[in-house]
């Protein structure tokens, strides 16, 4: 039994009903990119972009979409790619295609988003076998796309993703604001401040 599956059954032993349960996936792409560049694995398209982070929800999306076609789904609703941390209209033109793309205001807002080319779905084309075969002699990115409890030989464990570097980074950037906004809470009720 994989992962999800674990905790679907769960939410179904305390009553959620199956048909209410959604699953996310949500590769980060700029976080692979940055973390494989620090690894002085600074893998780049032959425009000279970094591709580590499309070609991961590339592989994710084709292997879940397999799996939903083999019938590997014992849930109504396939799993929603929610494509996030893009940094560039680069990552959202190699990924037409996915179900949701969390996009920052900066490039939400830039001239080079306004002229992307939308008319054929890119998240489907194929990844250069080259650069694959290169993002793969790193370690943690080849045993990123396994999962143990799919009994995948050399897959990480429930340890090693829960400390997985880009689930560490990940979390402190999420904790951090949420951190930071109670203390400004607590400090304006602490102040005496109060709405006009």
């Not at 940055?34 to 982070?53: M, S, T």
């Not at 080319?117 to 890119?122: F, G, L, S, Y």
């Not at 030989?153 to 906004?181: A, C, M, R, S, W």
């Amino acid at each position: 039994m994989r992962r999800f599956e674990i905790g679907i059954q769960k939410a179904q032993e305390s009553g959620l009903e199956n048909d209410k349960i959604k699953m996310c996936i949500s590769p980060f792409l700029g976080r692979w990119d940055d973390f494989l560049a620090r690894e002085g694995n600074d893998i780049k398209d032959y425009q000279g972009n970094p591709i580590a982070g499309i070609y991961f929800a590339k592989l994710l999306q084709k292997r879940y979409l397999a799996e939903i076609e083999q019938g590997g789904y014992s849930f109504s609703h396939r799993p929603q790619i929610i494509t996030a941390s893009i940094r560039n209209t680069n990552h959202i033109q190699h990924l037409l295609g996915a179900d949701i793309f969390a996009i920052p205001p900066t490039v939400l807002s830039s001239a080079e988003f306004a002229l992307l080319p939308i008319e054929k779905r890119t998240t489907d084309e194929p990844v250069a076998d080259e650069l694959l075969a290169r993002l793969l002699e790193n370690e943690l990115f080849a045993r990123s796309m396994k999962d143990m409890i799919s009994f995948e030989e050399g897959g990480l464990t429930l340890y090693e993703i829960d400390h997985h570097p880009l689930v560490v980074e990940g979390n402190f950037k999420f904790i951090q604001p949420y951190k930071e906004l109670l203390e400004l809470i607590e400090k304006v009720l602490t102040s005496g401040f109060t709405l006009p």
